[in-house]
Every structure is written in structure tokens, then in C-alpha cells.
T-cell receptor, first 116, second 111 residues
């Protein structure tokens, strides 16, 4: 299993540009998450999904959009990039709590995004 | 709303010694999970140890153990026999349906 994969690893954007951060998991997890980590800080939840076709906002959703058309993929879209979105972005996945698991989240390697 | 507080931005320990990282949280829930994650310079988030709130027994994973005080809402991590490879950022996290992270503690390990 590849686990959780993210592309790209690094990206530099100009203000106002758009891009999509890709995330995929091959563990058949129904929960998926997007976090951002600003320098010297912990992770903050942007959006999450409890299954294909279902998404919900986290703590810091402004400026982002997500979709979940399949169990495996959970892309994060930045429509109008701003310097405040310079951060490291992590995707994660887990089993549902309803399945009796610990809801341990498995993280991807992260994408470092710089907006200039 | 649930919050997680790590009051130690940085800690240091001598190799082979023991260090304890502090974490407190605030919640009105009675059933939840708590985690410690390690983030080395590679940025990869690695689960170190987990604790279920309904279990009174403190979790242990090899050199890592926790002191879970539910009434005090405290969840500290003890690292015994510290190794150079333990140097990293450590994040405490609270979980029901979503993970809420603390701001982290940077652990330095000196030879």
C-alpha cells in the first residue's frame, strides 16, 4: 500500500493564481481531511469528508474548496491564491469511528506552498 | 469548543535521560481519544501513542508512556532513555470526530 499520497511536494504561486492540491489514499478509508500547518504551529483543519459526496468545513475553510467524488481522492482547490495561504498542507485519512476503530489518522508527506 | 494547550514551546534532554512533555485539553465530552504525534524534520506526522478516555490505564509503547489524568484534563508524554532520533516536534491531539492539535513542543536531544 502506498498509504496517503500528495502531489505536488512543492509549489510557488503568484497572487491570484489557482491550483489544486491532489490527495489520494489506497486504504479504503472513508474519512479524509485537509490540514494546513503554518510555521511554528500545529495543524489546523481546513475541510474534511466522511465519504464520497460528503464534505464539511473545518476550522479554517475560507479561500479553499474541496470535492470528494471517489473514496480514494480528495483534492483541495485554491481559487485566488493569497500570501496568507503560504503554508504546508497535509492530507490525512482514517476509518470511521462508527467502525469501532481508534480513528487514527494516516498522514501524507505534505505540500509546501508559497504564494508570492 | 475543544482546545488543546501545550505550554512548553521547547524542551531539551540529555541522551539516555527521561523527559516529560505536557498537554492539557478542554472538553465537555466524556468519550474521546488522545494522541501524541511526532513530526521530525522530514515533516511526516508519525503517531507515537494513543489513549482512550474511558480506559484508566495509562498507555505505553516501548520507551513512550503517558500520564492521563481525566479529571484534570491532562495528558503528558514521558520519553524514557531518550535517543538522538527522538529529536522532533511533538504534537498533542484530541479527537472525537476530528483531530484538534496543540501548538507543539520542540524536543532537542543532546549527546
Amino acid at each position: 500500500n502506498a498509504g496517503v499520497t500528495q502531489t505536488p511536494k512543492f509549489r510557488i504561486l503568484k497572487i491570484g493564481q489557482s491550483m489544486t492540491l491532489q490527495c489520494a489514499q489506497d486504504m479504503n478509508h472513508n474519512y479524509m481531511y485537509w490540514y494546513r500547518q503554518d510555521p511554528g504551529m500545529g495543524l489546523k483543519l481546513i475541510y474534511y469528508s466522511v465519504g464520497a459526496g460528503i464534505t464539511d468545513k473545518g476550522e479554517v475553510p475560507n479561500g479553499y474548496n474541496v470535492s470528494r467524488s471517489t473514496t480514494e481522492d480528495f483534492p483541495l482547490r485554491l481559487e485566488l491564491a493569497a500570501p496568507s495561504q503560504t503554508s504546508v498542507y497535509f492530507c490525512a485519512s482514517s476509518y470511521s469511528i462508527l467502525a469501532g476503530g481508534y480513528n487514527e489518522q494516516f498522514f501524507g508527506p505534505g505540500t509546501r506552498l508559497t504564494v508570492l | 469548543a475543544q482546545t488543546v494547550t501545550q505550554s512548553q514551546p521547547e524542551m531539551s534532554v540529555q541522551e539516555a535521560e527521561t523527559v516529560t512533555l505536557s498537554c492539557t485539553y478542554d472538553t465537555s465530552e466524556s468519550d474521546y481519544y488522545l494522541f501524541w504525534y511526532k513530526q521530525p524534520p522530514s515533516r511526516q506526522m508519525i503517531l507515537v501513542i494513543r489513549q482512550e478516555a474511558y480506559k484508566q490505564q495509562n498507555a505505553t509503547e516501548n520507551r513512550f508512556s503517558v500520564n492521563f489524568q481525566k479529571a484534570a484534563k491532562s495528558f503528558s508524554l514521558k520519553i524514557s532513555d531518550s535517543q538522538l532520533g527522538d529529536a522532533a516536534m511533538y504534537f498533542c491531539a484530541y479527537n472525537t470526530d476530528k483531530l484538534i492539535f496543540g501548538t507543539g513542543t520542540r524536543l532537542q536531544v543532546f549527546p
